[in-house]
């Protein structure tokens, strides 16, 4: 496994945390399931996990939770 050399700082680990969330942050563009029964906020580029839908299509069967 490839592992640091040396362990970082207080300040390098929290430097590179805040430049992280700051990514994460401008990364939080959601956009709306295309399935206009369902219209679920959804990651882009991704199948809405509420319906099984990408694209105006269904791609996955969603299976109800089983309890
Ligand atoms: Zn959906």
Excluded at 31 to 36: F, G, L, M, R, S
Excluded at 40 to 62: F, N, R, S
């Amino acid at each position: 496994m490839p592992n640091p050399k040396h362990k970082h700082s207080k300040t390098r680990n929290r430097r590179d945390r805040a430049v992280w969330s700051k990514r994460v942050e401008t990364a939080k563009t959601i956009a709306t399931c295309t399935n206009p029964e369902c219209k679920q906020p959804v990651l882009p580029h991704h199948v809405c996990l509420a319906c099984g839908t990408y694209d105006g299509k269904k791609v996955i069967e969603i299976k109800e939770k089983k309890k």
